[in-house]
């Protein structure tokens, strides 16, 4: 298993949510406590997310953990891997 099948659906989750929610990746990284470069590294499948940052993830963003799993899961559907021009707003109800 490679980093990046380990991290989905989450990593394209998050950059989902970021995305929609004009949230830049270095003031993510800075909410959750990491660096910008290991943020960059888990959305590039270079390093695993832990599973101490998915609810820190989650909070920042104002979504659930599931929420996260359903946007990387609604976008894989659509194609294999998403870059930021493709990304388009996704309807998710807030808690």
Request: glycine share 6%.
């Given at each position: ?6 991290n ?7 950059k989902?949510?970021c995305?929609?929610k004009?949230?830049?990746?270095k ?5 959750i ?32 953990i ?7 899961l ?5 194609e ?16």
């Amino acid at each position: 298993m490679t980093i990046a099948e380990a991290n989905y659906p989450f990593d394209i989750g998050i950059k989902q949510l970021c995305v929609q929610k004009g949230m830049k990746q270095k003031y993510l990284a800075e909410q959750i406590g990491c660096s910008e470069q290991a943020l960059c590294d888990i959305m590039a499948g270079r390093r695993l997310i832990k599973a101490c940052e998915i609810p820190r993830f989650a909070k920042v963003l104002g979504v659930t953990i599931d929420q996260i799993e359903a946007a990387g899961l609604y976008i894989s559907k659509k194609e294999t891997e998403p870059s930021l021009s493709t990304l388009q707003p996704l309807k998710i109800n807030q808690v």
